[in-house]
């Protein structure tokens, strides 16, 4: 049984070593793919999974209703003009929500590695809030940088 098993693993991780190779073949050639690699924390798997699940990006009206459709924008109870931001509702498309808050992840993991970044929002966010709460406001505002620099069709460039 183990070997059958072991067997069945190999082959396994040979379809998935050339998925992983046909995905990374695929954003050094697609356009859309390669520019959505620029931004950081995002790679090849992400962008391809933004590519193949995320509707047409005409559909949103701002990056807020894109990272909205994901789960990552947080509610608004606003009344009377006071504006009041609740939670992230965590409905929405999971499978890229996931990645980007993996991808945000990776990036935080970076700057607190480094003692710090060149993007000043980003750490002192980091230097504030718990970690996994930074990840989801990066992971909101890459949502935010896919769904503009689609619109403009540019590339990355830090602000």
């Known amino acids: 049984m183990g070997a059958i098993y072991l067997e069945q693993i190999a082959r396994l991780t040979e379809i998935i070593e050339r998925l992983a190779d046909e995905l990374e073949a695929a954003s050094r050639t697609d356009v859309q793919l390669r520019r959505l ?10 962008a391809g999974a933004v590519a193949a699940f995320a509707p047409d990006f005409d559909t ?7 990272a909205s459709w994901l789960g990552l924008a947080p509610r608004q109870r606003s009344t ?26 990776s990036v935080i993991r970076w700057v607190v590695r480094k003692g710090g970044s060149t993007n000043r929002w980003l750490a002192a966010l980091v230097s504030r809030k718990p970690r996994m ?24 460039r830090m602000a």
Request: proline share 3%; aromatic share 6%; glycine share 12%.
């Open 37 to 46: 690699c620029t931004i950081p924390g995002i790679g090849p798997i992400t």
């Open 60 to 66: 949103f009206d701002s990056g807020r209703n894109f």
């Open 80 to 105: 009377g003009g006071k504006t009041r931001l609740g939670s992230v509702s965590k409905m929405g498309q999971t499978d890229i929500r996931r990645l980007l808050i993996v991808g945000a992840m």
């Open 133 to 156: 709460v930074a990840a989801v406001a990066l992971a909101n505002k890459m949502a935010r940088m896919i769904w503009a620099m689609t619109k403009k069709q540019e590339d990355f």
